[in-house]
């Protein structure tokens, strides 16, 4: 062995360790739960299985294989490999607020369905029923409404 | 021995060179391309200026349109030079979000509006919709339930999600 050689294997030993304080752009492979199967395009960083973490606290996501995101290790512990900071791409769904009742987000242009109760109060004169063409009144009861349809892909729990 | 450190300095440095670019730096765009890749400039001028780099969000699916200006994180995978990324971070002003992928509607606020059919298309049940009490003019009673059906007008202009 060489000095050269020498002083490289030891400064190389001692700058391993570093290498888990790096990001490793990786695809992946399957998702488990909130854990992802991943394979770095380091071939030096073998495939494994590493928990997924979420820029926004309450989020969890299904995302689709092949969906690219960073590697990295808490701690810069091999042991603890976590999958985050995604590309943009497609997802499955994301879900927005924790645990809970998961409903889609609703967009403009989203269908609603407002009912009219059965007995309404009204504001104004009429002289007879059936209300003459031309009448004006003002409803006073609050019709109420929901969202028939939202977001298949992004939901919120209530 | 001056010869021997300057040698042992010297490989060390190679080795230790990469561990610079481990870090994140502070940085603010400059620019962003219709493919959403940005360009940075960092903050400190040991940083390169970095163009065309993608952008990483902590919400997969997610697509940030952004300001000249705004505030980054400009990081390297791999500790690779060659592949820088801008992570946003800041909660600086954005000019869309998207949710669940590229494009997208407006998420509907608390308060946005939404549109039912007019009264020309007010549907009328068997049995007409007629008033009783009119003496008093106090109520509207339908002889079958009305559900008007309609849509949401308007969302946030700055939050998208789509289908």
């Known amino acids: 062995m060489t000095f050269a050689t020498f002083v490289t294997a030891i400064i190389r030993s001692l700058v391993a360790r570093f290498d888990f304080f790096a990001l490793y752009p990786s695809t992946v492979v399957r998702q488990v739960g909130q854990s992802v199967e991943i394979q770095p395009d380091d071939p030096r960083v073998p495939g494994m ?3 997924l973490r979420y820029g926004l606290p309450g989020t969890t996501a299904q995302v ?8 990295g290790f808490e701690n810069g512990d091999p042991s603890r490999p976590v999958f985050s900071l995604w590309e943009p791409g497609d997802v499955v769904q994301i879900i927005l607020g924790g645990k809970g009742n998961a409903r889609g987000v609703v967009r403009s242009g989203d269908p609603v369905a407002l009912a009219l109760p059965p007995l309404m109060l009204v504001t104004g004169s009429v002289a007879s029923s059936p209300v003459p ?20 892909k992004v939901l919120a729990t209530s | 021995m001056s010869n021997t450190l300057a040698f042992v300095r010297a490989l060390a440095s190679v080795r230790l060179a990469r561990l610079g670019l481990f870090a994140l730096y502070a940085g603010k765009v400059t620019a962003q391309r219709a493919d959403g890749a940005v360009d940075v400039l960092p903050d400190s001028p040991l940083v390169p200026v970095a163009t065309n780099v993608p952008v990483r969000l902590g919400i997969p699916g997610a697509v940030v349109r952004v300001k000249t200006g705004t505030r980054v994180q400009l990081g390297f995978s791999g500790g690779s030079p060659r592949a820088p990324f801008a992570y946003l971070v800041s909660a600086d002003d954005v000019i869309s979000v998207s949710l669940g992928g590229d494009g997208g509607r407006p998420v509907a606020c608390v308060g946005d509006a939404v549109q039912a059919p007019g009264p020309d298309d007010l549907p009328i049940p068997p049995g007409g919709i007629v008033f009783t009490n009119v003496a008093a003019g106090l109520s509207l009673t339908n002889a079958q339930p009305v559900t008007l059906k309609g849509s949401w007008l308007r969302g946030s202009s700055k939050v998208l999600a789509v289908s």
């Open chain 1, 49 to 51: 299985k590493a928990d």
């Open chain 1, 133 to 152: 063409p031309g009448t004006t009144m003002t409803i006073t009861t609050p019709i109420v409404g929901v969202a028939a349809a939202g977001s298949g």
């Open chain 1, 64 to 71: 689709a294989k092949g969906s690219r995101g960073l590697l």
